[in-house]
């Protein structure tokens, strides 16, 4: 079984405003996504839809061919979704956030995992740290740390790079690719320009642009 | 190509990568629970507000009606339950915001796993630390209302059965609000009808017990509240939840 999230004549309307109309998209394993626009083009909301968060929008969502309705469970025992707000609770300690991650994906506790996973995104030495007291990249890096300690193949991340340091970009690309190389898949909006490889593939948002797919 | 070595490679690996959808719940509620536990002993004092409240409102009675032993005795079930009542709907505003704001809760309702039990986990967090210390705290008040010594374990009781249902009726409405910036009034305005079964029969159940009837009546009428709670409000809180988010 292979992974495929459609969408079709996906349309959104914001204030009397449409972000996007009859947007038709096609995600298969070992690609990645980067949506692109200017800001308030819709590509945070187009990715909550796409992660199934928002209800509010015409067209259809498919999973593996199935509606998106149907599947959700299925869909989201797939998914790692990262969104503009990191998701790291500052009173607890990065290993304590990461705990909790594992624990809500339905991963067995795996302490060792975890020490892996923050290590993997630099942060060997800050992991008994509440993370209130860490910085907003460091933050960000615990965010990362999920995709490390949570083996989904449909990522979802949006503006991943933000507060990253640049050997931390460079680390992410680094792995977003290895991820679409082991048949996983990527949707990613940021406004860092990519580094041009087959499996990438852009998708335009434009102020109420109709035909922004390819 | 199809057959080609890189792509049978790939497709293996997709496989291995695929997930269904598994069990866990039961790791995934523990989490919850503990984390919600952690999170409130670090911030103690949101943990001591409510109790604070609850000690200054009751204090502050006596010295404000009078110190006749007999009139308070006669307001202070109505009075203790009103006051504790306030206290746990003052905490309840923070029960999911926090979660809100650093997108703890978008990750929460993503999970694979079923979210009303999530929800009833962070629910029974609420109450385990602001319902139950309220419960226990109220004898002791009790004492200061000249109540009669005979209804202490009725007061308790009555309050720890009731503080419950307040918690969970009351994070429905939380629930609801956690979007609005300022959704504290709203809030009170959309739980305290549905606190008012429980008041009046958690009220009464200590004035039961001050006049020697039978408590037995209110205070199952409490736990049938309770019950009828449990089942019904994780369903609400979680399609509250969802409602909040997708706005």
């Known amino acids: ?214 | 190509m199809p057959n080609s070595d890189p792509h049978l490679a790939r497709e293996t690996d997709a496989v291995r990568l695929f997930r269904e959808p598994e069990g866990g719940a039961g790791v995934a509620i523990r989490a919850t629970l503990k984390r919600d536990l952690l999170l409130l002993m670090r911030r103690r004092s949101e943990v001591l507000n409510p109790l604070v409240f609850f000690a200054l409102v009751i204090t502050l009675f006596p010295i404000g009606i009078s110190p006749d032993p007999e009139l308070l005795a006669t307001i202070a079930p109505g009075l203790l339950w009103v006051a504790a009542l306030l206290a746990a709907l003052l905490s309840l505003d923070s029960l999911f915001r926090s979660d809100f704001e650093d997108g703890s809760l978008e990750q929460l309702l993503l999970s694979p796993q079923p979210l009303p039990a999530l929800a009833l986990a962070k629910v029974a967090v609420h109450w385990l630390l602001t319902g139950l210390p309220l419960a226990l705290m109220a004898p002791v008040l009790g004492i200061m209302l000249a109540l009669p010594a005979g209804s202490y374990a009725v007061l308790a009781l009555s309050l720890a059965l009731g503080s419950a249902s307040l918690s969970l009726i009351g994070a429905i409405g939380a629930a609801l609000t956690v979007g609005l910036s300022r959704g504290g009034v709203l809030l009170s305005l959309l739980v305290l009808p549905l606190y008012i079964p429980v008041l009046i029969f958690g009220a009464g159940a200590v004035q039961a017990a001050i006049f020697g009837e039978g408590v037995a009546a209110h205070l199952a009428i409490l736990g049938a509240l309770l019950a009828v709670a449990l089942i019904l409000a994780p369903w609400a809180i979680a399609a509250s939840l969802r409602i909040s988010i997708n706005g």
């Open chain 1, 1 to 214: 079984m292979s992974l495929r999230l459609q969408a079709r004549k996906l349309a959104c309307e914001r204030d009397d405003r449409w972000l996007f109309r009859d947007l038709d998209l096609d995600i298969h394993a070992g690609e990645i996504v980067r949506v692109e626009g200017p800001n308030g083009s819709g590509k945070t909301t187009l990715l909550k839809i796409l992660s199934g968060q928002l209800a509010d929008f015409d067209g259809e969502l498919y999973w593996n061919e199935h509606p998106m309705r149907r599947t959700r469970q299925d869909f989201l025992a797939n998914l790692l979704y990262l969104g503009h707000a990191p998701g790291v609770k500052a009173a607890l300690t990065p290993l304590e956030n990461l705990a909790w991650y594992q624990a809500l994906a339905g991963e067995p506790d795996d302490e060792s995992a975890r020490f892996a996973a923050l290590s993997a995104v630099g942060l060997v030495g800050f992991e008994d740290l509440p993370a209130g007291q860490l910085s907003a990249g460091q933050q960000r890096r615990v965010a990362l740390a999920r995709l490390e300690l949570i083996p989904r193949p449909l990522w979802v991340l949006d503006e991943p790079f933000t507060a990253i340091d640049r050997d931390g970009v460079a680390d992410l690309e680094a792995r977003l690719a290895a991820h679409a190389r082991r048949g996983g898949c990527v949707l990613v909006t940021t406004h860092h320009e990519l580094a041009d490889t087959p499996a990438l593939r852009r998708i335009r948002l434009g102020q109420g642009a109709r035909d922004a797919e390819l």
